[in-house]
């Protein structure tokens, strides 16, 4: 093969393929060259689009700061007001076991549900609300006899602060006061966890776990709730009530001679007292007891465990004079009269059936 030959043949093809490779090549180069740019400025307009979003962002955090440092100021302007009228009506910082509500004035009324309307609002809108505020309505709304209204309200407080054990006791009274002892137990509960040597924690957990039949654990709570505050009258008192439920008479005794040495004037005292008296046979000094209370003041309750007493003392014609008498202020102990063991010697005495149907009889 000539020179020529070779030359046409196989160099210029080699040198063609060269040539092709290498423009390929520079247009590759010179595309991703221009693609680089176009995405450098892409990022450029993305970064920036982000730094804008960022300022905004950290102007709408400001703002939101300061509706957040405004609307707590416009509340902490209510916590004077709303404590002024809390005391004019009498009522306490939290909720109490027995809680008396009270008649308050169509103003007054209307002061608390315009600051709960906007209370529920703030809570609805995701806003910021003081606790303060709400354990402050809680507490009008419940004196004001609107319970349900004040249940919302404690659990907006306890929702918004969970720690808050002022608002924890007063949830766990109002249960109490509505005898939903399993709801009382759980808020009581949770307040020990928060603070053991509370003396409301393990009061109120007490009185919740004895309403749930529960004496065992209620005698552990009321027993805590003892060593806490000794000086209070109310553990004793439910803790003799969970000694009389079991039997154990000698310990339902000594509690409530230390509950009525705390508190003399208390009804309550004096009523379980008369019972734990009758329970543990010592009628004569139950009869003494009821009758030296009722010379101070006509009351139902001992009426009827004078009557009680009398029956199992044998004085059948004074225990159903004692009974007429309860009766008469106290219909509705006729229920429990119907079911009264002592009473059955009397079951088939025309007196003592006048007296449940509330006919006059012949005294």
Known sequence: MLFNDIFYVVVIPLLAAVASGLAVRLYGLGTRTAQRKS??????????RIDELHGKLTRTQEQNDSLSHLLRLWQEEW????????????????????????????????????????????????LQILPQICHGLAVMQYVAGRQPKAI??????????????????????????????AAAEEQFRSLVELRRHSFSGNFGLGAALYGLGRKREAKQALSAAIRIRPEEPKPYCVLARAHLDTGDLASAMENTRVALKLAPDSGENQLLHQQVLIRSGRFDQAIEACRRCLSKKENPGVLYNLSVALALDGDIDMAMD????????????????????????????????????GKPGLF
């Open 79 to 126: 916590l004077e007001p709303l404590d002024k009228l809390r005391e004019r009506v009498g009522a306490g910082m939290s909720i109490r076991i027995g809680e008396q509500t009270r008649n308050l004035t169509a103003q007054q009324i209307r002061i608390i549900d315009r600051m709960t309307e906007l209370v529920e609002r703030f809570e609805k809108l995701d």
């Open 152 to 181: 919302d309200l404690l659990r907006t407080t306890i929702a918004v602060e969970p720690s808050n054990t002022k608002a924890r006791a007063s949830l766990g009274n109002v249960y109490l006061g509505r005898a939903n002892f």
């Open 39 to 48: 995405f450098d400025r892409e990022l450029g307009a993305l970064q920036n």
């Open 322 to 357: 004692a009974l007429r008498r309860a009766l008469a202020l106290d219909n509705s102990l006729v229920y429990r009269a119907k079911d009264e063991e002592a009473f059955t010697p009397m079951h088939k005495l025309r007196q003592f059936n006048d007296i449940l149907e």
